[in-house]
């Protein structure tokens, strides 16, 4: 006996196999990233007051937004596609799973520039207790070169304090040191005058203060033997970072594979069509269920981690 | 139902992709914009939850077709979506029932 | 899609030349097979292989227990020399051996043995055959998923001999224990968590899409087998359960290894060089964690149940009492398993609204569990019992299952808990309800189904004496430590509690007193613990004898039973059924007045045969 209802859906459940078994491993996968969410949640409300990076502070809402959009796209392209398989349009088909597979390849660039951005944007904490922050220039054994600021915060930080991270260019400075991480309390009073009197690290005449006029900041060389401590925004900066890249990086890795099994059943798999056509048209509409999750999954990230 | 019928539904279904299409677009310029005006965390928050819902709605509604799906889906997806609550709410209300030392 | 759908003709099979299968050479047909029987014997075997693993862990640990400090007789040497000084030092077991043995232990007893035996082992070979199916509906998922699950075994078995040692902070890993202790074992352990979940994942999809999608036709939802409902609800557990397990066994492991601090409070101090950033939530691991484990705990019991159903409606030779209040009450169950995980959290320092709900759902869900109980102790009454040993093992089954359940209670709620919650008293209660509970079950199916499978039948005298040497020593094992527990006992003390010794003069150091009674009981637990060991040499060599010597047996039905699987060749073939099956009738239609036999096989049309 042959399996049943592999390609014809079956008469009381008007369902065929795979459709079935992709909403349930859909199910699995809401509960996985339910499990995530409820993660953040109480990561977040867990945080002490003020240490939950700001909305846009830590990342790049632009970026952001373009990604969303470009997969929000794909998202169309697939469902495009399946209704010109439907339509008995194959090299349609072919035209817009195409875009797909192009659509998800770029947000998986997009995406690797912003892990770039973090992984590259580092704060030193020198002997002294001063506090730089920026982008990675250069480094050798002996020294480290940021571009960026000067943070007054000294001593142990690291719970997300700094709510302008902003990567590339606006050091906005001016505020809000006053909730400033588990350490913060002593170390807000201090921070105006820490601020100017480090301000001889700088290369350049302008201290600190510069950068608040806007898209302005340093580099500044600092000794290896001055370093304290340094580290970069990946996962271990804090708890955002944490569940930002893990969040992601899961995503990243869903979208990775979606994108892979469009491509199979865009090339390769593409023959079926020619055979089966009604079991090719079903492989494309539970690849495309898959993407939507992706996409699905992708909505409520955008605001949860860039927006609020 | 017919092959050409069929084709005629098709097309009817291309035209709702391309206006969830727009809609989306249109929601992710609406959830930029909302955050970016401060009217107050826990409103921000439910504006920007708001968007996110109506958003995946879409998706899941047109172009996961949940419209127009079987019953069988509908009652694997309402047991999901009963544990995710479960899990969701439970969880929460846990962290947030601790007695003060 | 949906519109599309409508026109389609009655399912058409045999039209798919793709499907064709030529006769397979030996890697094909045993190895990398996907076929669902071959499938369920692989499991079944690795299964009972992990089983016997797990307890012989035990069987170490309990050494320890009861000669705190003396070398381990003849295996001590060579076993240090495989594990190292860590574990095992000049033939005696470490703290930190005794430690990943008990981690290992309740490890590859949840996920590698009973888990995979009862659901995935079973699961796979008999429930296509009883709803009439040719294979399970994704037959190359069903492969995968064993090959998931054997790679996560091999990775769980290798932390063993990592640096470090295996893991060591129990079989819920919590956090931060598990997090600080300076192995790569616990990397390991993630890692094999992370590969048997999505095993079971794969299993879980595989075996709900099969329930709906492939009855045969007539296999109407109320005529389905209990042990196919059984399967299915346990399949909805896995499905949904799990993932969150999976997330939290993928933060640990980034707690692991990328620094982060997903579990770790600020302030906390670990052995590795680097500071952690801290502000993470310990508790969060716990509520994931027992999200998954407590339906899991469930996940472990209905394919017991389902297996002591069957059975029973088998050798009682009546319809099952309340077929439909066992269907509704297991629905019921995995209902609630999902809103009642917070009472392994009692101790956490929840606050009294949120306990309140949790022991309310926990003492809800003790009642469809006794619907169930009920039904099968009333399936009893004025059946003609056949006392052959499958039905043995499931007589054992009830009252053993009802002790584990029944001492449940007093963990339900909140204060009774926390007096008991660190004690012996729970491993004797959960024991009790997976060991002569489960496994006896299994135990039952097992011998049970044996025939199907071999065509030869288990000889009956080694049968019974594997049975009533099981069920003694199981109760030797398991009953004095409700007592150790209620005396106060703590349950993860390395050295038998000698700690406590010495309540006649408190003065010497001891920490509270217990009396010398409670703690020499562990002499006799662990003595009657290696006679258990023992006890199962008959089911081996019986299982082993049997398969080639064993007697053939007389017909495809040998129970005379009235499910799907009987009615196939034996063993059954690919694809299962010479011809399709249509179904007419219930799954226990036994005792039918009138008829020329006293049952009638759901596929047969008329009254008399």
């Not at chain 1, 922050?133 to 001593?155: C, F, M, R, T, Y």
């Not at chain 2, 084709?7 to 992709?17: A, W």
Request: hydrophobic share 45%; with cysteine.
């Amino acid at each position: 006996m042959e399996i049943p209802h592999t390609v014809k859906p079956r008469p009381d459940t008007g369902l065929y196999n795979s459709k079935i078994g992709i909403w349930l491993f859909l199910a699995s996968e809401v509960m996985l990233f339910g499990a995530l969410f409820s993660t953040y949640i109480l990561l977040r409300v867990g945080a002490p007051e003020g240490t939950w990076p700001k909305p846009g502070t830590m990342l790049n809402i632009p970026i952001g937004t373009i990604n969303t959009c470009v997969l929000i796209m794909s998202s169309v392209t697939v469902v495009l596609a399946w209704a010109s398989l439907k339509l008995n349009q194959f090299k349609r088909f072919k035209l817009f799973q195409a875009g797909t597979i192009l659509l998800a390849l770029t947000f998986l660039v997009i995406k690797s520039f912003e892990y770039n951005d973090k992984f590259t944007h580092y704060e030193v904490i020198k002997k002294d207790g001063t506090v730089i922050n920026g982008h990675l220039v250069s480094q050798d054994s002996k020294h480290v070169v940021l571009e960026g600021a000067i943070l007054p915060v000294k001593g142990e930080h690291k719970l997300g304090d700094h709510p302008n991270q902003q990567p590339a260019h606006q050091h906005d400075h001016e505020h809000d040191h006053e909730g400033g991480g588990d350490k913060a309390g002593q170390n807000a009073q201090g921070g105006e005058s820490t601020h100017g009197e480090t301000g001889q690290q700088a290369h350049g005449s302008e201290s600190g203060h510069a950068e608040s006029g806007g898209g302005h900041h340093q580099e500044f060389e600092i000794a290896r033997s001055e370093i304290k401590d340094m580290d970069n925004y990946g996962p271990w900066f804090n708890t955002y970072l944490a569940i930002y890249f893990t969040l992601t990086g899961l995503h990243a890795l869903h979208v990775f594979g979606g994108a892979v099994v469009i491509g199979y059943l865009w090339g390769p798999g593409s023959k079926m069509w020619h055979t089966e056509p009604e079991r090719f048209t079903n492989r494309i509409e539970i690849s495309g269920l898959f993407w939507h999750f992706v996409d699905l999954v992708w909505i409520f990230l955008f605001p949860v981690l860039y927006l609020l | 139902m017919s092959e050409s019928n069929d084709t005629h539904e098709i097309q009817k279904e291309i035209r709702t992709y391309l206006l969830v299409f727009g809609a989306l677009l249109v929601g992710t310029v609406l959830t930029v914009m909302a955050s970016l005006i401060d009217v107050g965390a826990a409103w921000n928050m439910t504006i920007g939850l708001v968007i996110a819902c109506t958003k995946g709605f879409l998706v899941a509604g047109y172009f996961m077709h949940l419209m127009s799906e079987k019953t069988t889906i509908y009652a694997i997806l309402a047991f999901t979506v009963f544990f995710f609550l479960g899990m969701m709410l439970l969880t929460v209300a846990a962290d947030s029932d601790v007695p003060a030392v | 899609m949906a519109k599309r759908s409508n026109d389609t003709h009655a399912p058409v099979e045999h039209e798919h030349e793709h499907e064709h299968h030529a006769e397979p050479g030996f890697w094909q047909k045993y190895v990398f097979s996907t076929d669902h029987k071959v499938i369920g014997l692989q499991y079944g075997i690795t299964a009972l292989c992990f089983l016997l693993l797990g307890f012989i862990l035990v069987a170490l640990m309990r050494w320890q227990l009861a000669y705190p400090g003396q070398p381990i007789p003849l295996l001590g040497d060579l076993l240090g020399n495989v594990l190292g000084d860590r574990a095992i030092s000049n033939g005696t077991l470490t703290a930190e051996g005794y430690n990943m043995f008990g981690a290992m232990h309740g490890t590859i007893m949840v996920f590698l043995a009973i888990v995979p035996l009862a659901f995935a082992a079973f699961g796979n070979y008999v429930v296509p055959l009883q709803i009439g199916a040719p294979d399970m509906a994704f037959p190359r998922i069903n492969m995968a998923s064993y090959q998931f699950f054997v790679l996560g075994g091999v990775v769980m078995l290798t932390s063993f001999v990592v640096p470090g040692g295996s893991a060591q902070a129990g079989w819920t890993s919590y956090s931060p224990l598990a997090t600080t202790i300076p192995t790569s074992g616990q990397t390991f352990w993630l890692i094999g968590m992370v590969l048997l979940i999505t095993s079971s994942l794969l299993g879980a999809v595989n075996f709900i899409a099969t329930i709906i999608q492939l009855r045969a036709p007539g296999m109407t939802w109320m005529r389905l087998p209990f042990f196919v409902w059984a399967q299915f609800v346990t399949a909805f557990l896995l499905l949904l359960a799990f993932p969150p397990l999976e997330a939290a066994g993928v933060l640990q492991l980034m707690d692991q290894v990328a620094g982060t601090s997903f579990f770790l409070p600020t302030g906390l101090a670990t052995s590795g060089a680097e500071e952690i950033s801290g502000g993470g939530s310990p508790l969060l691991w716990q509520h994931l964690f027992w999200f998954l484990a407590h339906p899991e705990v469930y996940v472990l019991i209905l394919p017991a149940m389902g297996i002591v159903a069957e059975i029973i409606a088998n050798n009682t030779r009546k319809p099952l009492w309340g077929y439909k209040s066992l269907v509704y009450s297991v629905l019921m169950i995995g209902f609630l398993s999902f809103i009642v995980w917070a009472h392994h959290m009692y101790l956490t320092g929840m606050g009294t609204k949120i306990s309140t709900f949790f022991q309310t759902t926990t003492i809800i869900i003790s009642i469809p569990s006794v619907i169930i109980l009920t039904c099968m102790f009333v399936s009893l009454w004025g059946g003609r019992i056949r006392f052959n040993t499958p039905m043995l093992f499931v007589l054992a089954f009830l009252p053993m299952f009802g002790i584990g359940g029944l001492t449940g209670l007093p963990l339900g709620f909140s204060y009774s808990d926390i007096h008991l919650h660190d004690t012996y008293y729970v491993i004797a209660h959960f024991h009790y309800i997976v060991a002569p509970g489960t496994i006896f079950a299994l135990f039952a199916g097992i011998y049970y189904w044996f025939p199907k499978v071999t065509g030869r039948m288990m000889n009956e005298f080694w049968g019974k004496l594997h049975f009533w040497l099981s069920l003694i020593f199981m109760n030797i094992v398991f009953q004095p430590m409700f007592a150790q527990g209620m005396a106060g006992m703590h349950r993860r003390m390395y050295d038998g509690a000698a700690t406590y010794a010495g309540a006649a003069s408190p003065g010497d150091g001891a920490v509270v007193g217990l009396p010398d009674v409670f703690i020499d009981m562990n002499i006799g637990i662990s003595q009657a613990a290696w006679a258990l060991g023992i006890a199962q040499i008959p089911f081996i060599i019986n299982f082993f004898y049997s398969i080639r010597k064993g007697a053939p047996v007389t017909s495809d039905n040998p129970w005379d039973a009235t499910t799907l699987e009987w009615q196939t060749p034996t063993p059954p073939p690919h694809g299962n059924f010479v011809k399709p099956m249509k179904i007419h009738r219930g799954p226990y239609e036994y005792s039918l007045p009138g008829g020329e036999e006293d049952f009638l096989p759901q596929n047969q049309t008329a009254k008399t045969v």
